[in-house]
């Protein structure tokens, strides 16, 4: 079965720079979740899309912007990168907003190292 | 808002022999899931196992089963037989499900499982 791609899967940017993480979501969820797992750290929610509208916003950075495009992919987009930005950015995708346990699906993740 | 504990930062267990998991958790929302996820050391996420609030009977796969105590508000991870394989982080989790919110994901910090032969 389908699951949810994340690219890149591994991703080395310097301090300033930009990077834009992708995430193809299941087919026909329409709603994806961006999350953030720093080293040894538990998974914080950054921001949420429903149908191509922003749903729930967590605790993410000004500098951070992210959006759901027709096709339901969503990008996160990170500017002015910094050290703390390094981190494991985990996109999960649903069908609705609930759709039971088996319906909330995690891509693998894009690893990003900021040196 | 909701939090989720969990106590042993570290766990470790002998194999083929059971290991329980803690969690608890706080919450004023009157419908929720529990989730439970294991990530091994390469970094995906895996779904184990899901407890509904209202959900009477304890959730069972395979050898994972969730030991749900509603009125402490723990849903402990029970696996059974420990394998080698089982050697991960594990984490438990929770999503409100009254409505009202976007149904987010909120995690504890997690309990890394040791599996030693």
């Known amino acids: 079965a389908a699951g949810v791609i994340q690219s890149p899967r591994h991703l080395i940017k310097e301090k300033r720079e930009t990077a834009t993480l992708k995430c193809y979501p299941i087919?026909?969820?329409?709603?994806v979740y961006w999350y953030q797992q720093g080293p040894g750290q538990d998974p914080q929610f950054l921001i949420s899309f429903y149908e191509k509208m922003q749903s729930d916003k967590g605790s993410i950075p000004d500098r951070f912007s992210a959006q759901q495009f027709s096709d339901y992919h969503s990008e996160l987009n990170m500017s002015s990168l910094e050290l703390g930005d390094s981190a494991l950015y985990f996109c999960a995708s649903s069908l609705g907003r609930w759709t039971g346990p088996y319906g909330y699906t995690f891509g693998s993740g894009t690893r990003l190292t900021v040196v | 808002a909701q939090k989720i504990t969990q106590t042993q930062p570290g766990m470790f267990v002998q194999e083929k022999e059971a290991v329980t998991l803690d969690c608890t958790y706080d919450?004023?929302?009157?419908?929720?899931?529990l989730f439970w996820y294991k990530q091994p050391s390469s970094g995906e996420m895996i779904f184990l196992i899901y407890?509904?609030?209202?959900?009477?009977q304890n959730a069972t796969e395979g050898r994972y089963s969730l030991n749900f105590q509603k009125a402490r508000k723990s849903a402990n991870l029970v696996i059974s037989a420990s394998q080698l394989g089982d050697s991960a982080m594990y984490f438990c989790a929770m999503r409100d499900l009254s409505g009202g919110s976007n149904y987010k994901l909120t995690f504890g910090k997690g309990t890394l499982l040791t599996v030693n032969p």
């Open positions: 919450t004023s929302d009157q419908s929720y899931g």
């Open positions: 407890q509904g609030s209202y959900d009477e």
């Open positions: 087919p026909r969820h329409d709603t």
